[in-house]
T-cell receptor, first 112, second 112 residues
């Protein structure tokens, strides 16, 4: 119940394409859902985050869609660029807790 | 300033050595974290300090010993490590519970 399931494991898209990464959770106590981007040899960096009171959040080319009833959320990257090639982790945490549960990660490669 | 710094960037140690990893943040965050990350895997939580007190220990072997000297600093003391402890060690901080965690660049540790 503490898991966050992320798919796909890897993704290859052409430049300008719209990669979509999906995550699902079981624990209804989760109330904060961040996405992290990680480049090789670097620490994860927060990309965008959402709380369950909204269904969509957009920041630049990155959009989170959130479906509370289905317990699913996804990341869309508009007009993807080769510089977006990285590993993306979805995550979830619950109110009153320090523990963040990470998905397994998606390795994205954007072809020029 | 949303920076978490970690030293050293790289560390090679033998199984009988004693070494320490250091982490620093000046964002006024009251929670600090140690994570371990193996290649192609998500970060795994090791320890959480809240208000300079150990809040979470994820059953980490005693050869890893955390220390929080003050609200800005976090250390991880290493002793008698095993080759399987080789990984990227990440420090993170957050304002509080269920809040964005800001990660440092990590220390790449190799145990010979």
């Amino acid at each position: 119940q503490q898991q966050v399931k992320q798919s796909p494991q890897s993704l290859i898209v052409q430049k300008g394409g719209i990669p979509i990464i999906n995550c699902a959770y079981e624990n209804t106590a989760f109330d904060y859902f961040p996405w992290y981007q990680q480049f090789p040899g670097k620490g994860p960096a927060l990309l965008i985050a959402i709380r369950p009171d909204v269904s969509e959040k957009k920041e630049g080319r990155f959009t989170i869609s959130f479906n509370k009833s289905a317990k699913q959320f996804s990341l869309h990257i508009m007009d993807s660029q080769p510089g977006d090639s990285a590993t993306y982790f979805c995550a979830a945490s619950s109110h009153g807790g320090f523990k963040t549960i990470f998905g397994a990660g998606t390795r994205l490669f954007v072809k020029a | 300033d949303t920076e978490v710094t970690q030293t050293p960037k790289h560390l090679v140690m033998g199984m009988t050595n004693k070494k320490s990893l250091k982490c620093e943040q000046h964002m006024g965050h009251r929670a600090m974290y140690w994570y371990k990350q193996k290649a192609k895997k998500p970060p795994e939580l090791m320890f959480v300090y809240s208000y300079e007190k150990l809040s979470i220990n994820e059953s980490v072997p005693s050869r890893f010993s955390p220390e929080c000297p003050n609200s800005s600093l976090l250390n991880l003391h290493l002793h008698a490590l095993q080759p399987e402890d080789s990984a990227l060690y990440l420090c993170a901080s957050s304002q509080g519970q269920s809040e964005t965690q800001y990660f440092g660049p990590g220390t790449r540790l190799l145990v010979l």
